[in-house]
């Protein structure tokens, strides 16, 4: 808690991780990420040679002019997109010639989501969305998967609004549903894209307050993308980008 | 994840209640299709109960305004019967087998009732030139012409109507049963159980039939009579000529003409085939219909759910996932209209509707069924594989 004004960037990132002890393999390690974007036009440099290491627990802010490439580096680290060079590790483990399957099951039991605009299917109660990743969860049972996603709502505050649908609540309700969604699988840790981004400034730091929470007392590690100076001073560390590239 | 997409369909029932009526309504069609097309199929390769190959038919019309005295028409036969080439010879009415025209009735025996009942008039050579198979009693002969009643030769069906099965129908009365009030009603005497016939074409089912004796040497005179003659294979116009000059040299005041029971069988073939054919047009039409909008809902709601199945593959989707569940709506969607469809379907064999059999019908219904699955399947699965290779990242940016 005394850190949380540190703004530093881990220039540690690089070292070499020669036989450290369990506790201390990073969640996430990126080495030399390159990310190009080709269309028929034109060729987007959207990461270039980015190294970043997020430790256990950390909750890290990303911040950074619009179109500098926050959102593309959190989908790599997401395993949702491939980078066009360098490697990712999760817990160590180089994820480079992951099958789809393999990637897939990484996300479902390692990694939450919380998006900007929420995300949840609109077709779907609040519970009924809670559950979705643990759809994917093989053998995990209907009454297993209730369970968890009841816990995890109580967690956000919203254990009355179960059985609404998104269009039902507000922003800041949704985006509760959309944190209780990403926590329902238990995951080490939490990327959030502007999390805060589509909210006022009091929901906003609703939002904020619960995260901080959720990073002290269950040790999730969080990275959040942020244009919001005030929330990033909040966190343990600020990488900075412009362009494609760490600045800070 | 099936109780996942129940829940998701039920959710989104606005938006699918357009793919399940297509879907109802398509295999509705099919059924209707299938049942006609398996129907005609059935009826086509049971055999026709009598021989038409060979057979000619001659129409014999005297001048306007005059008779045919009975004594000349019987001349007229044994002449032509005479000619070599001819081996069988029967005067009947005109509804011979194939034609548009038939003679219809109801016959009753008791409390039993036959319902229209195919009536024809025959002598004693007709069950022969036919060779019409006996299953019971005899064909006319001579010695029926001291009987004291009219006489008849039933059909297996007609007998199944009017008799129990253990009953013996030879010898029994039946009772022409005219609602419309033409003949006043009449007793017949069954002299034989003939198998079925299908007289009215190809993919005509057996009607119930009965062949009433012509008496002979009646007094009543005609104004045309309709012979059938059964030639020798091979014959052709020589021997239809020498018929017609045959009755043009024992009277001049009649004409005749020649017609093949083959040709008769061809002309019947083409209207009954036409609707067969026009209404195979319209099911492919409206399958195609189908299947283009099954095709068009379902590229519809991939490209407006990209963003759920962002968030699906993010949370831990894989992508042929994503495929198997856009796959599985469709199908849970497929077997909701297909149940629906078939409720409506059963109807036809419980009700017992346009006395075709339930296993046409159950036959039909395997096949739309069938048909369907596939058709939805097929439609679907261009669309899921595009849903399948959406990448997450860009799907997740749009909003
Ligand atoms: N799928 C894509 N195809 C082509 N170019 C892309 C694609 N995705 C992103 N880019 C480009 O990559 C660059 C980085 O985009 P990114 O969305 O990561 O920026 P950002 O930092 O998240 O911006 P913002 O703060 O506005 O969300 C931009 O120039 C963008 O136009
Ligand atoms: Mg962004």
Redesign the interface.
């Known amino acids: 808690m005394e850190n949380l004004l540190a703004t530093s960037t881990d220039t540690r990132a690089q070292l070499p991780l020669n036989g450290p002890a369990a506790e201390e393999t990073p969640v996430l390690q990126l080495t030399n990420i390159e990310k190009v974007y080709q269309t028929s036009t034109i060729e987007t440099v959207a990461l270039n040679r980015v190294n970043l290491t997020i430790n256990r627990g950390e909750f890290v802010s990303i911040m950074g002019p619009s179109g500098c490439g926050k959102s593309t580096l959190l989908s790599l680290m997401g395993l949702l997109d491939e980078p066009t060079s360098g490697t990712i590790a999760v817990d160590g483990r180089l994820v480079t010639s992951f099958s789809d399957r393999e990637l897939a099951a990484i996300r479902n039991l390692k990694i939450g989501f919380v998006f900007q605009s929420y995300h949840l299917i609109n077709d779907l109660s609040v519970v009924d969305n809670v559950e979705v990743p643990l759809l994917y969860r093989p053998g995990m049972g209907g009454k297993e998967r209730r369970k968890r996603a009841l816990a995890a709502l109580d967690k956000v505050g919203l254990s009355a609004r179960t059985g609404h649908f998104p269009s039902q609540l507000s922003g800041g309700q949704r985006q509760r549903v959309a944190i209780a969604r990403a926590l329902a699988g238990g995951p080490e840790i939490i990327l959030a894209d502007e999390p805060t981004g589509n909210l006022d400034s009091v929901m906003g730091e609703e939002i904020m307050d619960l995260l901080l929470g959720l990073n002290r007392q269950d040790g999730v590690t969080i990275v959040m993308v942020t244009h919001d100076e005030h929330q990033a001073l909040k966190t343990q560390r600020v990488v900075r980008f412009f362009d494609g590239s760490q600045v800070g | 994840?099936v109780?996942?997409l129940f829940?998701?369909i039920w959710?989104?029932k606005r938006s699918n209640v357009l793919l399940l009526s297509e879907i109802f309504f398509s295999f509705v069609v099919l059924f209707g299709v299938a049942t006609l097309l398996f129907n005609f199929g059935r009826n086509y390769v049971q055999p026709f109960g009598f021989r038409h190959d060979n057979v000619w038919r001659l129409t014999i019309g005297a001048r306007q305004g005059e008779k045919m005295p009975r004594p000349q028409l019987d001349d007229v036969l044994r002449q032509v019967r005479a000619l070599p080439g001819v081996q069988e010879i029967t005067l009947t009415s005109f509804n011979t087998p194939f034609r548009f025209s038939t003679m219809n009735g109801d016959f009753a025996r008791g409390s039993k009732k036959a319902r229209g009942v195919d009536r024809y008039d025959a002598d004693d050579r007709y069950g022969p030139l036919f060779g019409l198979k006996l299953r019971e009693g005899r064909w006319f002969n001579a010695s029926d012409d001291a009987a004291t009643r009219p006489l008849a030769v039933i059909s297996q069906d007609t007998r199944e109507a009017l008799f129990g099965a253990g009953e013996t129908a030879v010898g029994k009365l039946i009772r022409s049963d005219d609602q419309f009030g033409g003949d006043a009603p009449k007793e017949y005497q069954v002299v034989g159980v003939a198998d079925k016939v299908r007289m009215s074409g190809d993919f005509a089912s057996a009607t119930p039939s009965v062949w009433m004796r012509l008496a002979p040497h009646d007094t009543t005179s005609w104004e045309s009579a309709t012979v059938l003659v059964r030639v020798a294979s091979g014959q052709g116009a020589p021997l239809q000529q020498r018929i017609v000059h045959t009755v043009a040299g024992l009277t001049r005041q009649w004409s005749t003409q020649v017609y093949a029971l083959e040709t008769d069988r061809l002309d019947k073939l083409k209207p009954t085939l036409a609707p067969l054919v026009a209404l195979a047009v319209v099911g492919i039409f409206l399958v195609v219909n189908v299947a283009l909008g099954l095709f068009g809902v379902l590229w519809y709601n991939i490209s407006q759910r990209r963003?759920?199945i962002?968030?699906?593959?993010?949370?831990?989707?894989?992508?042929?996932?994503i495929g198997r569940q856009f796959l599985g709506e469709v199908l849970v969607l497929t077997t909701l209209g297909v149940l629906a469809g078939s409720l409506l379907a059963v109807q036809f064999p419980l009700l017992g509707a346009f006395e075709i059999e339930p296993q046409v019908y159950l036959m039909a219904m395997l096949m739309a069924t069938g048909l369907i699955y596939v058709l939805a399947a097929g439609c679907a699965w261009q669309p899921s594989r595009l849903a399948a290779g959406i990448?997450?990242?860009a799907a997740?940016?749009e909003?």
């Not at chain 2, 962002?310 to 996932?321: E, H, K, Q």
């Open positions: 994840m109780r996942h829940r998701l959710n989104r963003a759920e962002g968030l699906r593959r993010a949370v831990g989707a894989t992508g042929a996932g990448q997450p990242a997740l940016r909003e």
